[in-house]
């Protein structure tokens, strides 16, 4: 009987020591609401008829997207540690995956070491999330639909595929990274927006490293007493056997941001400019089939002349033990060609209010209108959603 204690009290001990130079977590999120939006246009250039229509329904992911993922470290000695992360979307309205594949949200495997700081290889987010979307935008983050700062900084939430990633640590408050994609896995298009459309149907991943769309980007931040600041620069680069890509195009986009705890309010601030084209704008055929819209088809549009500028002020105060209220007003403007044939400033104001029962568990609900939505003149929408939210 001694011996078997003792034999167990080793086994636990040998296994403790392994745990401290590995470990493999298990994670999630799921955030499940009732959602209402409608949305309003007028007969006119967009629509040959007039636009009415609204929709309540049960949803997905309204405050942070749902999702499980498991991730893992291993100590490797000198400092330096293996890193990996698999992480897919779920639907919690229906039990279904992301579309795009099971690990869809990330898919890396890295080397990491606190002096020199991260590499990584595969699909994740962007270096304009980690520096400038999440750190900014301390009310809605980069997923309340409508109000949400990629809304109209769509580089601030963008996952790319076959990616090497660089992310430093922090020197006295200075962060830095950089990033290459050999191929985004985005989709793309080229309109010409003054005439009829021309949209590429080439879809990349050929053997030529050319014929991929690819994106390359930067970004530098600092952080000292509560205050963060950044900047960050991406240009995506056309595949060459498409319109685009025989056209020579490339779009270009800047941010500078940011942001400051006061401890009794956070607040935010971004400005954004993208030339060359337009960056993952949202797709206006989920409203109505009815409206015809020259601007942008969903993803990375190369359109020379065409461009925006965006802004996005939110704030976020606690009230009482447990409460947060948040508010946010973005807008995004067309400059050159797409404001020639139209197009109009895209104004959206939230408002929301969040319960936290516990660190992992709260109740939300949130508010937003739009006007101008996606840049359409006369196309305006409400959304109000109310929901759960538990990770773990």
Not at 172 to 179: D, L, W
Not at 220 to 235: H, I, L, P, R
């Amino acid at each position: 009987m001694k011996k078997t204690l003792l034999a167990a009290a080793l086994l636990a001990g040998f296994a403790g020591a392994a745990s401290a130079q590995s470990s493999v977590t298990l994670y999630g999120v799921l955030d499940g609401g009732v959602r209402y939006q409608n949305f309003n246009l007028s007969n006119g250039p967009f629509s040959k008829v007039d636009i009415s229509t609204s929709s309540i329904a049960v949803v997905s992911g309204t405050q942070s997207t749902s999702r499980f993922g498991v991730k893992g470290v291993e100590d490797l000695g000198s400092g330096n540690q293996a890193v990996w992360n698999l992480e897919g979307q779920v639907n919690v309205n229906d039990g279904s995956a992301g579309s795009y594949s099971q690990w869809q949200r990330t898919s890396i495997v890295g080397l990491r070491n606190d002096a020199w700081g991260q590499v990584d290889i595969g699909r994740q987010l962007n270096l304009a999330f980690k520096f400038a979307g999440l750190p900014i935008d301390t009310a809605f983050g980069v997923n309340a639909p409508i109000i949400n700062i990629s809304g109209v900084m769509g580089v601030t939430a963008v996952r790319q595929s076959n990616m090497l990633m660089y992310q430093s640590p922090s020197f006295s408050g200075f962060k830095f990274g950089a990033q290459y994609s050999f191929n985004t896995g985005l989709a793309q298009g080229k309109q010409l927006i003054t005439g009829a459309g021309a949209n590429d149907t080439a879809t990349g991943s050929a053997f030529d490293t050319g014929n991929n769309l690819r994106n390359i980007a930067g970004a530098v931040s600092y952080e000292n007493s509560g205050f963060y600041v950044t900047g960050v620069y991406d240009k995506f680069t056309p595949a060459s056997n498409t319109v685009a890509g025989a056209n020579g195009g490339g779009v270009t986009s800047w941010i500078v941001a940011a942001a400051y705890d006061a401890k009794v309010v956070k607040v935010g601030v971004a400005y954004n400019q993208v030339r060359g084209g337009l960056v993952a704008g949202s797709a206006t055929s989920g409203v109505s089939s009815d409206i015809a819209n020259p601007f942008n088809n969903g993803g990375i549009v190369f359109a020379d002349g065409a461009g925006t500028n965006a802004w996005n002020i939110n704030v976020a105060a606690p009230v009482g033990a447990n409460g947060t209220v948040m508010a946010a007003y973005q807008g995004m403007a067309p400059t050159g060609i797409v404001s020639d044939v139209g197009g109009a400033t895209q104004q959206t104001f939230g408002v929301g209010y969040s319960y936290a029962f516990t660190k992992r568990t709260n109740v939300y609900a949130i508010y937003s209108y739009v006007n101008n939505y996606q840049n359409i003149a006369g196309l305006s929408g409400n959304t109000g959603t109310v929901g759960i939210r538990h990770a773990f």
